[in-house]
């Protein structure tokens, strides 16, 4: 655990892999059919549940060289952490996005924002499927991402809803696009522009120790803990360059991969849409970083995991993708 009061907490934040120590273009396609013109951050409706879609195109017509660079250097690491002041502790968990590889995927439309609590309800209202953790605290909370969902929760909503969870490599390049952002809005941290510790705190928490000051001061009740959240699309300029919003903080965002430390070394991450299905893992791939967080872990290559069958805690959510 974190620090001594932390405790408290377990049952309503799980940290494991999405915290420090572990603890705890424009272009043609088409894919949208009729051969329809597409372009970064076009937008449809899915009439499933009303969730507003944003294409992303193809990496073969976004980007030069007809891939995107996934995942960090060791140097592009070293220089964050010099020109930041950010805790030297916290580089070991970014030996999982190395080395940095060419990616090639195909277009796809994402959803613009997290999964909210009002389309869940509706998930739940047509299928019986079974209420995700403190639903009291977050069934009048329509506008906010829903969270305390588990993998196979998410699974199941994208399922009914027409569509998969994105795999990491097209959650990376969402967030990223053809420059290679570190952040979606581009390469400099801004704490205004995403839900995150710093933008609760107002000021940087680079150290542990600040960071465990900012959360110290909070209240720990499952209500206070999801106020944390803020309505999806509340951070405009923390736009995309496809159009998604809050692809840095609010909730962590599941993945449809299974987590494996060294999957970025492996043949598999270099083939043409990537996906690691090593069942073998236990744990799956989130994204993004959330309220909870500071920047380090809110740039968009880090990779957060947690076992697939826990329904997490007030920061854990997700968004569906669908490939047509
Ligand atoms: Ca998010
Ligand atoms: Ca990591």
Same mark, same amino acid.
């Given at each position: 655990?974190?620090?001594?009061?932390?405790?408290?907490?377990?049952?309503?934040l799980?940290?494991?892999?999405?915290?420090?120590?572990?603890?705890t273009?424009e272009?043609?396609?088409?894919a949208?059919?009729g051969?329809?013109?597409?372009?970064?951050?076009?937008?449809?409706?899915?009439?499933?549940?009303?969730?507003?879609?944003?294409?992303?195109?193809?990496?073969?017509? $976004?980007? &030069?060289?007809?891939?995107?660079?996934? /995942?960090s250097? %060791?140097? +592009?690491?070293d220089?964050l952490? *010099? #020109?930041? @002041?950010?805790?030297?502790?916290?580089?070991?968990?970014?030996?999982?996005?190395?080395?940095?590889?060419?990616?090639?995927?195909?277009?796809?439309?994402?959803?613009?924002h997290?999964?909210?609590v009002?389309?869940?309800?509706?998930?739940?209202?047509?299928?019986?499927?079974?209420?995700?953790?403190s639903?009291?605290?977050?069934?009048?909370?329509?506008?906010?991402?829903?969270?305390?969902?588990?993998w196979?929760? $998410?699974? &199941?909503y994208?399922?009914?809803?027409? /569509?998969?969870? %994105?795999? +990491?490599?097209?959650?990376?390049? *969402? #967030?990223? @696009?053809?420059?290679?952002?570190?952040?979606?809005?581009?390469?400099?941290?801004?704490?205004?522009r995403?839900?995150?510790?710093?933008?609760?705190?107002?000021?940087?928490?680079?150290?542990?120790?600040?960071?465990?000051?900012?959360?110290?001061?909070?209240?720990?009740?499952a209500?206070?803990?999801?106020?944390?959240?803020?309505?999806?699309?509340?951070?405009?300029?923390?736009?995309?360059?496809?159009?998604?919003l809050?692809? &840095?903080?609010?909730?962590?965002?599941?993945?449809?991969?299974?987590? +494996?430390?060294?999957?970025?070394?492996?043949?598999?991450?270099?083939?043409?849409?990537?996906?690691?299905?090593?069942?073998?893992?236990?744990?799956?791939?989130?994204?993004?970083?959330?309220?909870?967080?500071?920047?380090?872990?809110?740039?968009?290559?880090?990779?957060?995991?947690?076992?697939?069958v826990?329904r997490?805690?007030?920061?854990?959510?997700?968004?569906?993708?669908?490939?047509?």
């Amino acid at each position: 655990m974190r620090k001594a009061g932390v405790g408290a907490l377990i049952g309503l934040l799980v940290f494991l892999g999405c915290a420090p120590k572990e603890k705890t273009g424009e272009q043609k396609t088409g894919a949208a059919g009729g051969g329809a013109m597409q372009k970064a951050g076009d937008e449809k409706v899915n009439p499933v549940d009303g969730a507003v879609m944003v294409w992303v195109p193809g990496t073969g017509e $976004a980007c &030069a060289n007809g891939k995107f660079r996934m /995942g960090s250097t %060791p140097e +592009e690491i070293d220089g964050l952490w *010099a #020109a930041n @002041g950010w805790d030297a502790e916290w580089k070991q968990y970014t030996k999982d996005e190395q080395p940095a590889h060419e990616v090639e995927l195909d277009g796809f439309w994402l959803y613009k924002h997290e999964v909210t609590v009002g389309q869940y309800a509706k998930f739940m209202g047509a299928t019986g499927h079974e209420a995700p953790g403190s639903w009291d605290e977050q069934k009048g909370q329509a506008d906010l991402p829903v969270v305390f969902v588990s993998w196979e929760d $998410a699974e &199941a909503y994208c399922t009914w809803a027409g /569509g998969l969870l %994105p795999t +990491e490599a097209q959650w990376e390049y *969402a #967030a990223r @696009g053809p420059e290679g952002r570190l952040y979606p809005w581009g390469n400099e941290w801004d704490r205004t522009r995403c839900n995150s510790a710093e933008y609760h705190a107002g000021k940087a928490l680079n150290t542990e120790a600040a960071h465990a000051a900012w959360f110290d001061g909070l209240t720990t009740t499952a209500p206070a803990l999801l106020a944390q959240r803020r309505a999806v699309g509340s951070f405009p300029s923390g736009v995309s360059w496809c159009g998604a919003l809050d692809m &840095a903080g609010n909730v962590w965002e599941w993945c449809r991969d299974w987590y +494996e430390e060294g999957f970025y070394a492996t043949p598999d991450a270099t083939q043409k849409n990537p996906e690691c299905s090593n069942k073998d893992s236990n744990m799956r791939v989130l994204r993004g970083g959330c309220w909870y967080d500071w920047a380090s872990f809110c740039r968009s290559t880090y990779r957060c995991w947690i076992v697939h069958v826990l329904r997490g805690g007030s920061h854990f959510g997700f968004r569906a993708a669908q490939t047509r």
